[in-house]
């Protein structure tokens, strides 16, 4: 995916309390774990009464802006069914939307997870995601893994690391 001189382009979507920043802050520590040049910014809205929630993250060799530009992302991750078509503008044409779509189905409550007998919960699903979206990206699963620790307490790490894992094996083609 990534040239020379191209910069990634990822957009975070979703609502307050759903870990779009958190799963931002992992997917930028990751690239710049891997040797890239990172940058991330965030819009928080009405974040604390569950509002919409949206971060960029830019990767590449040399990056300068923070901000994806509108309809410049490759990745639109969605952690929110009713953000897709909030945020299907930022998306570029071929660009690759990720969402809970792709997880859970259409119209489906995401906290059945918390009963389902995956390693998905409602509290873990951004990890997940995170593992659906590291099959398209040059970085390692190790240092996804090192990402996940360094932005998460120690007693979640496992199960966040096996949310991340399930999230690799659903890639569709």
């Known amino acids: 995916m ?5 910069s990634t382009n990822i957009v975070l979507a979703g609502l307050g309390g759903q870990g779009v920043i958190r799963a931002a802050n992992i997917l930028a520590e990751a690239a710049f774990l891997a040797g890239y040049d990172v940058k991330q910014s965030e819009i928080h809205g009405m ?3 569950g509002g919409s929630v949206s971060s960029d993250v830019r ?16 990745f639109l991750l969605v952690l929110h069914p009713t953000q897709v078509d909030n ?3 930022q998306l570029k044409p071929g660009g690759t939307m990720i969402s809970t779509r792709d997880i859970i189905g259409e119209g489906v ?3 059945v997870l918390d009963g389902d007998p995956t390693p998905l919960t409602s509290r873990n699903f951004n990890v997940g995601l995170l593992g659906l979206l590291s099959d ?14 360094l932005h998460l307490p120690r007693k ?12 690799k094996t659903l890639r569709r083609d």
Do not use: C
């Open 2 to 6: 990534n040239t020379a001189n191209v």
């Open 47 to 49: 974040s604390q009464r």
């Open 59 to 74: 990767f590449g060799k040399a990056v300068l802006s923070p901000m994806v530009p509108t309809g410049g992302a490759d």
């Open 87 to 89: 945020n299907l503008y």
């Open 109 to 111: 409550d995401m906290e």
């Open 136 to 149: 398209y990206l040059p970085i390692s699963d190790e240092i996804w893994h090192e990402a996940v620790r």
């Open 156 to 167: 979640v790490h496992e199960e966040n690391i096996a949310a991340f894992a399930y999230g």
